[in-house]
T-cell receptor, first 115, second 110 residues
Framework: DGGITQSPKYLFRKEGQNVTLSCEQN?????MYWYRQDPGQGLRLIYY???????QKGDIAEGYSVSREKKESFPLTVTSAQKNPTAFYLC??????????????FGAGSRLTVL | DAKTTQPPSMDCAEGRAANLPCNHS???????VYWYRQIHSQGPQYIIH???NNETNEMASLIITEDRKSSTLILPHATLRDTAVYYC???????????FGTGTRLQVFP
């Protein structure tokens, strides 16, 4: 079945360590996104990529980095510069074309806890 | 993008219709209304979207008022599995990003 796979589902790290969250999709979607969700809050956009080798900052990009070397992969690195990294991280993808640009398919999420 | 207003929470009895309202009084003519839902600790799921006309799919119906300033998502026969947070989003069709608010927490009870 086509979908988005995020790993790991749960991750614990010490303060000051960089962490990379994986996101892989087999939907042949052009666009991919990373969102962050804090308890009781909506989703906030971190980074997004419309095509391979190109990405843009979202609303809360500080302390995060991404790469898009392959169409199916969009890993997110949470760096030590991110002041409050503990959160639920969600990866999504979409066709990217006008007709389906906003119909996002989400992964199951990765819950990061920084100790 | 226009902003939306949703009630923070609603209850619905199992088997009854759940009607979730959304106000978007500043919506522009080329902005669509999208609905997503998020079951606890999972990723959001796309439900439906529309521009002017009412829309229906296998999950729900979307009713948009004639002036487009508000809409209602209808789950015709709510089940316990429909308990989730429902997000109403207004956005251009070709935007680079969707803005999720805090949504409506729907609790379906037996």
């Amino acid at each position: 079945d086509g979908g988005i796979t995020q790993s790991p589902k749960y991750l614990f790290r010490k303060e000051g360590q960089n962490v990379t969250l994986s996101c892989e999709q087999n939907l042949n979607h052009d666009a991919m996104y990373w969102y962050r969700q804090d308890p009781g809050q909506g989703l906030r956009l971190i980074y997004y990529s419309q095509i391979v080798n190109d990405f843009q900052k979202g609303d809360i990009a500080e302390g995060y980095s991404v790469s898009r070397e392959k169409k199916e992969s969009f890993p997110l690195t949470v760096t030590s510069a991110q002041k409050n990294p503990t959160a639920f991280y969600l990866c999504a993808s979409s066709i990217g074309e006008m007709a389906g640009a906003n119909v996002l398919t989400f992964g199951a999420g990765s819950r990061l806890t920084v100790l | 993008d226009a902003k939306t207003t949703q009630p923070p929470s609603m209850d619905c009895a199992e088997g009854r219709a759940a009607n979730l309202p959304c106000n978007h009084s500043t919506i522009s003519g080329n902005e669509y209304v999208y609905w997503y839902r998020q079951i606890h600790s999972q990723g959001p799921q796309y439900i439906i979207h529309g521009l002017k006309n009412n829309e229906t799919n296998e999950m729900a119906s979307l009713i948009i008022t004639e002036d487009r300033k508000s809409s209602t998502l209808i789950l015709p026969h709510a089940t316990l599995r429909d308990t989730a947070v429902y997000y109403c989003i207004v956005s251009l069709m070709n935007t680079d990003k969707l803005i999720f608010g805090t949504g409506t927490r729907l609790q379906v009870f037996p």
